[in-house]
């Protein structure tokens, strides 16, 4: 039985047609991964599931009375509320039955009457069924899996990075135990334990889901069937990832086959009407012209947009590239034990460890953007460092990509910018789009092509594959490898990172907090 019907959908912005009579449905205990590019499309159809955009035409038909749960990123959280006290707000109605229930036991003690004694019973009967009272066991199951035992339960939501936020919101929302679950790109910012975790809860859940990834291994081991946005279309696989990949392949030789065979048929036909138009055989020719103005034309099968990149290399003098001596890095107290390493000229560190352990606070640190608390980091005097920092923040998120690299270049000329966003795969629509507007994939893009501006001779790449398609990844792994200078990466991708950096750091056994 179907929790979700979807049919006729039509979307589009602009002069880019997202899909076009789209349709496919969600069945009940399915869990559906949703694969795609940048920019295809996956997020926008979250959005048109849950109400908050409109489609240009179709219909989109819930179940009655299906309890959605939706990882919404940017949802409101009141200033100075706490992890836990944001965690609470997911029983909100039953802590509202209990205040009652409460309120009427203390007025029955007061007057005696018997209906309020009655009116609490009932409601004391919906607590119990709805587990109130292991409310604050399942929250700490939750925070435990999840990671937020390290961010801490009296930690102001307000004060925390993009990644720890997106944490608690999902916390929130497993809590809640709707009947469908839609996540877009839940693994971002988790580590390879807490995704054990959340493969595991999802593997148990016997609701519906809809998953947005681009970790195509966790949608392996998470998902029964697949739906791929692409080229317009959103087609539907039934099995896991990998069956849907072959069928996907399948497909496309299929289409590739009838569409060379249909050229064929179109060739013979034009040389046909050519040689005969004007002579005894005109009316055959003209025969075939209605015919072939008549013939729904195959499309080839079309390959992804595949984004390049080539990071400007600037020459540096120097063999010693980097020294960090003692350094402690934190706010207020440190978060490591004092860090020493050093790095010769070409060499390439990744550091690893749990999300919250302090790789980006040792790298602001490193970089002089935040204050150590005692040591130092000095790098080479000829040392040109570009940063790539994780948090999809802008100095003015309703300027396009052109405008905020023209800002940044006043000089370049704005075929050459285009051709730079072009190249890291963000087309032509999207470069005159406000950055708000840009998925979390096509935001990673632009600031990707930003650093391709400026020459260095010291990358600093912090988790720069979060959101990014499986084409762009490729290419930018292809690209870190061929950059002749420094590079500090920090990535909880295996298959990022795999075989071919010189160095590895294990921030986690610097900790100085106790992992749960």
């Not at 048109?48 to 989109?60: F, M």
């Not at 009652?100 to 203390?106: G, I, K």
């Not at 604050?136 to 939750?142: A, D």
């Amino acid at each position: 039985m179907a929790v979700l019907d979807v049919s006729g959908l039509t979307m589009s912005f602009a002069d880019k047609k997202l899909y076009e009579n789209a349709s496919f449905q969600l069945e009940k205990g399915e869990h559906m991964g949703v694969v795609g590019q940048n920019g295809a499309g996956k997020s926008t159809l979250i959005k048109i599931l849950i109400g908050t955009e409109l489609p240009v035409a179709g219909q989109i038909k819930w179940q009655k009375n299906t309890k959605i749960g939706y990882l919404d990123q940017y949802v409101d959280i009141p200033h100075g509320m706490t992890l836990i006290e944001f965690l609470h707000t997911a029983f909100s109605q039953l802590y509202k039955i209990n205040d009652e229930m409460n309120q009427l036991y203390s007025d029955y003690a007061t007057s005696l009457d018997d209906q309020l004694l009655t009116k609490a019973g009932r409601l004391q009967e919906k607590l119990d069924a709805n587990n109130f009272y292991e409310v604050e066991t399942e929250i700490e199951r939750v925070m435990s899996g999840l990671g937020l035992n390290e961010i801490g339960k009296d930690h102001v939501v307000s004060e925390m990075s993009g990644g720890q936020r997106s944490k608690i919101i999902l916390a929130k929302m497993l809590l809640e135990k709707p009947d469908v679950i839609l996540l877009d790109e839940p693994t971002n910012y988790l580590d390879t334990a807490h995704i054990e975790w959340l493969i595991d809860y999802l593997n148990d859940f016997t609701g519906a889901a809809m998953i947005i990834s681009h970790d195509y291994d966790f949608l392996e081991r998470v998902t029964n069937s697949i739906v791929d946005v692409a080229f317009g279309k959103i087609t539907k696989y039934r099995g896991s990832f990998q069956q849907a990949m072959r069928q996907k392949e399948e497909r496309k030789e299929t289409q590739q086959r009838e569409y060379e065979k249909q050229q064929e048929t179109i060739e013979k036909a034009e040389r046909f009407i050519r040689k005969n138009k004007a002579g005894s055989k005109s009316t055959m020719a003209k025969s075939r012209e209605k015919m072939l103005a008549r013939m729904d034309r195959i499309d080839p099968p079309s390959d992804n947009l595949k984004a390049t990149f080539k990071f400007p290399y600037e020459n540096t003098g120097s063999a010693n590239a980097l020294r960090v001596t003692e350094l402690a890095v934190g706010y207020g107290r440190p978060l490591l034990k004092p860090v020493t390493f050093s790095m010769t000229m070409g060499e390439k560190l990744l550091l690893t460890g749990f999300n919250g352990v302090g790789k980006s606070t040792l790298i602001k640190s490193i970089l002089g953007k935040i204050p150590s608390l005692a040591g130092k980091a000095t790098f080479s005097p000829s040392a040109i460092v570009n940063y790539f920092d994780q948090d999809l923040e802008w100095d003015d998120p309703t300027l396009t990509p052109l405008q905020t690299i023209q800002n940044l270049f006043p000089t370049m000329l704005p075929k050459t910018i285009r051709q730079r966003l072009a190249g890291a795969g963000i087309n032509a629509a999207n470069t005159q789009k406000s950055l708000h507007l840009l998925s979390g994939g096509e935001q990673t893009k632009v600031k990707l092509a930003i650093l391709e501006l400026t020459p260095s001779n010291f990358l600093v790449m912090d988790e720069p594959t979060n959101h990014l398609d499986d084409e762009t990844k490729e290419g930018l792994k292809r690209a870190l490898q061929q950059f002749p200078g420094n590079l500090i990466l920090v990535s909880h991708e295996a298959s990022f990172t795999d075989g071919w950096l010189d160095k590895v750091l294990n921030v986690e056994k610097l900790s100085l907090k106790e992992r749960k």
